[in-house]
């Protein structure tokens, strides 16, 4: 049979991920708002008479270079980030030969949802 993703997870594999995750997320989370905050600093900086080099670029390299790797770990194993903002994740599975997401987000203890591949967070069923 062909498949969409090459790695399906079961529940108790993706649950045991969460504490990992739960890092990950945070440091995206962290990376993305140092981003914002140069990003807005570098802009106010752009104009004649200004050096945009230094410790600000360097900076904001070196979290746009965490954000890539952090990123990085989730698609080595095929986790999809659906919604930063809410930690929301999608572990592909296969539920009596089907393909499905496992659907976890940030605020639950285990990951005990799944529903369909295009059917998003509103098609969410109980495992």
Do not use: S
């Given at each position: 049979?062909?498949?969409?993703?090459q790695?399906?997870?079961?529940?108790?594999?993706?649950t045991?991920?969460?504490?990992?995750l739960r890092?990950w997320?945070?440091?995206?989370?962290?990376?993305?708002e140092?981003?914002?905050?140069?990003?807005k600093?570098?802009?106010s900086?752009?104009?004649?008479?200004?050096d945009l080099?230094?410790?600000?670029?360097?900076?904001?390299?070196?979290?746009?270079?965490?954000?890539?790797?952090t990123?990085?770990?989730?698609a080595?194993?095929?986790?999809?980030?659906?919604?930063?903002?809410?930690?929301?994740?999608?572990f592909?599975?296969?539920?009596?030969?089907?393909?499905?997401?496992?659907?976890?987000e940030e605020d639950?203890e285990?990951?005990?949802?799944w529903?369909?591949?295009?059917?998003?967070y509103?098609?969410?069923?109980?495992?």
């Open positions: 049979m062909n498949y969409r993703f790695k399906h997870f079961t529940p108790e594999e993706a045991a991920m969460l504490p990992e890092g997320l945070a440091q995206l989370k962290g990376f993305r140092q981003i914002e905050r140069d990003d600093r570098l802009t900086l752009q104009g004649p008479g200004h080099g230094g410790d600000l670029v360097n900076q904001w390299v070196r979290a746009v270079a965490g954000l890539q790797t990123l990085g770990e989730f080595r194993r095929g986790i999809l980030i659906k919604d930063l903002e809410r930690g929301l994740v999608d592909p599975a296969l539920i009596g030969g089907k393909e499905v997401f496992l659907c976890w639950e285990t990951v005990e949802f529903h369909d591949l295009d059917a998003g509103g098609g969410r069923e109980k495992i």
